[in-house]
């Protein structure tokens, strides 16, 4: 299987990259970084809660409201080191929670604002674990939590300004990671990790006091809360959070918002650069200025050079600078963004992915066989990753742990990747090899070409093996973008799958939106695509049939 067009070099060049030492940090734990910023009196959150209303505070007043939230959690029984489940009607009480407990010693675990069930969690808790919940009552019962009480209900009590704070190397904060089956798994930060790895991306990307920043992604996730919100208050910078759902409703929300903010430092994830590319005829009557932009960040898995150039292009006459765009990767247990660079965008056409860049300071990383030896480079294999913000496992869950990393220590992520001249291109997942007529292909680049070229819904394509009546095949799951023509969407999936990988598509089964598998895990969808298919749960859909599911 090729998977990239990397030059090959000397075997004698190991796979290996390390970043540069790591700066000293300003801080030692979460809790100084917060009240650094309150006492500077720059920068500051803004939260939009929609189009017509936010909410402003400054650190100062960030840091006065969670003293009160930690005051009346402290009275309701909660103590350093106890584990806090966060719910919140908006990001605001999320983020006055969530620095609450980090003024106190109490490890949260965000789950936004979605509505998820506290009880979903109780099997990541121990007998000894003391666990909270900050939030409304959701009405089911947890067999560990117990009820603080809502955010606002919190914050009536008497500020507490005894601060009990973690130390570098005490777990700081969990996050939920996509599940590996049925159950999340929490990843375990600390406050070391979190801070190198703050400290190392302002290094990086020369990121300012002055820079003023936007962000949609969900503050439990460690884009939004990591990437965005811990790296701004660090910096005492201004920073903006969107709904997520907002801008996706619209996403020229997005660049109208940053050009209404003279925003300089943002971010999206791939699929988004996708859909502001395809709104392009309602660009160019626009009038933006995006003059101010230093600094747009797309992370994602196999990052495509053709969609960055056009996203650059259509804003090029609205002030969009050529080297704005900024590659890179991370996941959760890194504590998100842990390489990136700007690449060229003329000079990556010649290449199906844009390189995601070189580590950063006290960060490796390294590709590797499945007996975790160390391959040339520009071999691909498999990406490991370790340094200071590697999270050291999963929380209660140590088989897990043992699973996930290597003998010596490195984080074993399951990307497919190569390094060429110490800098990384990622072009997949492990989980996203497909095997077809004896080959290995890899799904998720047949995946986004018929994306590229079909009418289908971005993210929701799934390309699989599958066993049919006619023996095994190609299956290309997917939910179709509007009300179309079934026949001519199919017609063109098929050619897309012909022409870029010269395969026959056995079965295109168009879905519902309810039958798409919500695991994010390219392996997971597969494999429940492929039961249920060969269980029957479709009808016959080669030669242009339809499936049981079919979207009419």
Same mark, same amino acid.
């Given at each position: 299987m090729t998977i990239h067009n990397a030059p090959k070099r000397g075997a004698h060049i190991p796979a290996l990259s390390w970043g540069a030492n790591l700066p000293a940090p300003g801080a030692g734990n979460l809790a100084e970084v917060a009240l650094r910023a309150a006492e500077t009196g720059t920068g500051g959150i803004v939260v939009m809660h929609g189009p017509e209303h936010e909410t402003e505070l400054s650190y100062e007043e960030l840091v006065a409201s969670a003293s009160r939230v930690l005051g009346g959690a402290r009275a309701a029984g909660a103590a350093r080191g106890d584990k806090v489940v966060i719910t919140a009607a908006d990001a605001r009480e999320q983020l006055t929670a969530f620095w609450a407990c980090m003024l106190g010693g109490m490890i949260p675990l965000p789950l936004g604002t979605g509505g998820r069930d506290p009880a979903d969690l109780d099997h990541l808790w121990?007998?000894?674990?003391?666990?909270?919940?900050?939030?409304?009552?959701?009405?089911?019962?947890?067999q560990h939590a117990h009820l603080l009480g809502a955010v606002s209900e919190l914050a009536s009590?008497?500020?507490?300004?005894?601060?009990?704070?973690?130390?570098?190397? *005490?777990?700081? +904060?969990?996050?939920?990671?996509?599940?590996?089956?049925?159950? %999340?798994r929490a990843v375990a930060l600390s406050h070391g990790n979190l801070v190198s790895r703050t400290v190392a991306t302002i290094g990086a990307n020369r990121l300012r006091t002055d820079d003023r920043t936007f962000n949609w992604g969900p503050l439990d996730q460690a884009g939004g809360l990591v990437m965005s919100?811990?790296?701004d208050v660090y910096l005492r910078c201004l920073q903006v959070h969107a709904p997520a759902r907002w801008i996706l409703g619209d996403p020229l929300r997005w660049i109208e918002q940053m050009h209404r903010r003279g925003t300089t430092v943002s971010w999206a994830p791939n699929f988004a650069f996708e859909l502001v590319n395809d709104s392009a005829s309602r660009i160019s009557d626009r009038r933006w200025d995006l003059r101010a932009l230093r600094?747009?960040?797309? @992370?994602?898995?196999?990052?495509?050079?053709?969609?960055?150039?056009?996203?650059?292009?259509? #804003?090029? %006459?609205?002030?969009?600078?050529?080297?704005?765009?900024?590659?890179?990767? @991370?996941?959760?247990?890194?504590a998100s963004t842990v390489v990136d660079w700007r690449p060229d965008l003329d000079q990556a056409r010649a290449h199906r992915f844009v390189a995601a860049g070189e580590p950063y300071a006290s960060v490796g990383v390294r590709i590797v066989n499945h007996f975790d030896e160390v391959l040339p480079e520009g071999e691909? @294999? #498999?990406?490991? +990753?370790?340094?200071?913000? +590697?999270?050291?496992?999963?929380?209660?869950?140590?088989?897990?742990?043992?699973?996930?990393?290597?003998? *010596?220590?490195?984080?074993?992520?399951?990307?497919?990747?190569?390094l060429h001249r110490g800098r990384l291109t990622v072009t997949g997942r492990d989980g996203d090899i497909v095997i077809v007529d004896g080959t290995a292909h890899d799904? @998720?680049?047949?995946?986004?070409?018929?994306?590229a070229a079909a009418p289908?819904?971005?993210?929701?394509?799934v390309a699989c093996a599958v *066993?049919?009546?006619?023996?095994?095949?190609?299956?290309?799951?997917?939910? %179709?973008?509007?009300?179309? *023509?079934?026949? #001519?969407?199919?017609?063109e999936i098929r050619e897309a799958v012909a022409h870029s990988h010269g395969l026959r598509l056995a079965h295109a089964v168009r879905l519902r939106r309810a039958d798409f598998p919500e695991t994010s895990l390219p392996r997971l969808k597969r494999m429940l695509l492929a039961q249920r298919f060969e269980a029957g749960a479709f009808d016959r859909t080669d030669a242009g049939a339809e499936p049981a599911g079919a979207v009419h």
């Open positions: 121990s007998p000894s674990d003391r666990v909270w919940l900050i939030g409304p009552e959701t009405g089911t019962e947890s009590a008497a500020p507490d300004h005894v601060y009990t704070p973690g130390t570098w190397d *005490d777990l700081a +904060v969990l996050l939920l990671a996509p599940p590996a089956g049925e159950r %999340p919100h811990l790296r600094r747009v960040m797309n @992370g994602g898995e196999g990052l495509r050079p053709e969609v960055l150039r056009r996203f650059a292009r259509l #804003l090029e %006459p609205h002030g969009l600078g050529g080297d704005v765009i900024v590659a890179g990767w @991370g996941r959760a247990e890194t691909s @294999g #498999l990406l490991e +990753v370790t340094g200071e913000p +590697v999270s050291a496992g999963y929380y209660g869950d140590p088989e897990a742990t043992r699973r996930s990393y290597s003998t *010596d220590g490195w984080l074993r992520t399951g990307e497919i990747a190569f799904g @998720g680049e047949i995946e986004r070409a018929v994306e289908v819904e971005p993210g929701h394509t *066993d049919g009546a006619d023996g095994p095949g190609l299956a290309v799951f997917y939910i %179709p973008e509007g009300i179309g *023509d079934a026949a #001519l969407a199919e017609k």
